[in-house]
């Protein structure tokens, strides 16, 4: 079984709404919970990086959060563009090695005009 | 400041050939990453070095090896390919060893027919 378990699958929304995408995890104890974006035959991109002291990381149109109790994180996007279409990716790190990622499967976004 | 730079992009290889991949880090990271990306099962972490030692190691048999050289830059092989290696091929690096952000390469497309 995955460690990291990402939902939905699939997401379509149309442009200009916001959608909130989820992780739940269990790695533990976790060192890290990262965030990445991968455009279609593109390397991914980190969007960001929260520790396991950390609830919450904005970057710009992009908010994580993260519950260590109940081991999810969650990722919302306002004001979708076009550009969002991607697929967001979850990485945990467990503390034994901080480079040690584990991956989710990934929630494929796709944003209609 | 160049990013991770990942060559060739397309391979198309026959069962049995090996195959070398390479990756040249950010200018300055001195750890790099490898990971495989298959549609079914996502990503899946190959290999990491740090000054041209391996630290850490996935889940994937022999055949796969890689290196690190003095210059950070790194390589991996498979060798007695398989048709179930085709995958993207991707490649990350960081400054250091903590919990850094990790710039992944546009990848590798790798074809075995």
């Known amino acids: 079984k995955n460690q990291v378990e990402q939902s939905p699958q699939s997401l379509i929304i149309l442009e200009g709404k916001n959608c909130t995408l989820q992780c739940n995890y269990t790695v533990s104890p976790f060192s890290n919970l990262r965030w990445y974006k991968q455009d279609t035959g593109r390397g991914p991109v980190s969007l960001t990086i929260?520790?396991?002291?950390?609830n919450t990381k904005s970057n710009g149109r992009y908010t994580a959060t993260l519950d260590a109790d109940t081991k999810q994180s969650s990722l919302h996007i306002t004001a979708s563009q076009l550009s969002d279409s991607a697929s967001y990716i979850c990485?945990?790190?467990?503390?034994?090695?901080?480079?040690?990622?584990?991956f989710g499967a990934g929630t494929r976004l796709t944003v209609k005009p | 400041k160049a990013g991770v730079t990942q060559t060739p992009r397309y391979l198309i290889k026959t069962r049995g050939q090996q195959v070398t991949l390479s990756c040249s880090p950010i200018s300055g990271h001195r750890s790099v990453s490898w990971y495989q990306q298959t549609p079914g099962q996502g990503l899946q972490f190959l290999f990491e070095y740090f000054s041209e030692t391996q630290r850490n190691k996935g889940n994937f048999p022999g055949r796969f090896s890689g290196r690190q050289f003095s210059n950070s830059r790194s390589e991996m092989n498979v060798s007695t390919l398989e048709l179930g290696d085709s995958a993207l091929y991707l490649c990350?690096?960081?400054?250091?060893?903590?919990?850094?952000?990790?710039?992944f390469g546009q990848g590798t497309r790798l074809t075995v027919v």
């Open positions: 990350a690096s960081s400054q250091g060893q903590g919990a850094s952000i990790w710039f």
């Open positions: 990485v945990v790190s467990p503390m034994t090695n901080n480079n040690d990622m584990r």
């Open positions: 929260m520790t396991f002291s950390e």
